[in-house]
């Protein structure tokens, strides 16, 4: 048989994947040029059982163990472990955003490779009674400026009013007695010498904060604002609220021009280019918030 190239010589190659003849190696490069072949057998192709041979079955077991060997490099690879959340909690925080804009909360889910992500507690659980209605209990934040003291809790229904969750460490007679020790200049002051204040993320006037008030709920108080995983609050003396510039309760108004910009001017730290390489696009809102953060990161040093 000649070679289907030059159609001159007896053949001496066989293309694995088309089949055809070749008697040298310039008409295998010339078969694979004009027949856009690239040579390579391929290995799901029909094969009937009456032209099945040894090295078919050999060939099919080698394709398996390679596809068992990709498997495994991919349960290994440490990239995709930092990017694969657990089922229940991933279910969980589908469900905490879904309730969270029932309120008119905007919930930011940042990826779970980050530590903020990690260290959410917040979660959705049904009330008592007949109706059983769901509520939220947040994990929060207290910042405490002016002490240099800082205080979590990991389980505040949305419906507990701030001012009862803050008497634990400020009050006079009922708060925590190291609490108290520790925050004298607030416990001095009392709840009508302080200030409630909350980031407002993402602000494209800088650092702005929301007052809150801290005679209503916590569902009332978040409501209209963006929490991203769970929310801080500034407590603050009176004396030393001026540096908190006020921002109008209204939701945050965004323009599309104005997150591109903010994306465009984050600096991603070496640390922090593992972590910022698996980001999803579903996730951009996530990034405009960081971008946010280490430029004021930036400002301060």
């Not at 002490?147 to 809790?153: N, R």
């Not at 980001?279 to 951009?284: F, K, Q």
Request: aromatic share 8%; with cysteine; charged share 25%.
């Amino acid at each position: 048989t000649l070679c289907e190239s030059c159609h001159k010589l007896s053949f001496r190659y066989k293309c694995p994947k088309c089949d055809r003849k070749s008697c040298s190696l310039s008409c295998v490069k010339q078969h694979k040029t004009d027949y856009g072949c690239d040579g390579t057998r391929s290995k799901t192709s029909f094969i009937p059982l009456s032209e099945f041979s040894d090295n078919h079955l050999l060939s099919d077991y080698y394709f398996l163990e390679d596809v068992n060997r990709y498997l495994e490099c991919n349960e290994r690879d440490p990239i995709r472990q930092l990017n694969r959340e657990p089922k229940p909690k991933y279910q969980m925080s589908q469900k905490l955003k879904v309730e969270a804009s029932r309120r008119g909360i905007e919930f930011i889910q940042l990826p779970c490779a980050f530590e903020k992500h990690k260290a959410n507690t917040s979660r959705v659980v049904k009330g008592k009674g007949p109706s059983r209605l769901q509520n939220i209990h947040w994990r929060i934040r207290w910042l405490f400026p002016q002490c240099d003291v800082e205080y979590l809790d990991s389980n505040v229904c949305e419906d507990e009013l701030l001012v009862n969750v803050l008497n634990k460490y400020i009050h006079p007679t009922s708060s925590d007695p190291v609490a108290r020790h520790r925050l004298k200049a607030y416990v001095t002051a009392g709840m009508e010498g302080v200030k409630l204040f909350m980031k407002v993320e993402m602000s494209s006037h800088g650092r702005d904060y929301y007052l809150l008030d801290i005679s209503q709920s916590l569902r009332d108080n978040l409501a209209q604002k963006t929490v991203v995983e769970f929310p801080e609050f500034h407590v603050v003396l009176e004396q030393c609220s001026k540096q908190y510039t006020h921002h109008p309760t209204t939701p945050d108004t965004r323009s599309s021009d104005q997150e591109a910009q903010i994306v465009d001017e984050l600096c991603i730290a070496p640390s922090e280019m593992h972590a910022t390489s698996i980001l999803l696009p579903e996730v951009a809102s996530s990034l405009v918030m960081l971008a946010q953060s280490y430029a004021e990161c930036t400002d301060s040093e």
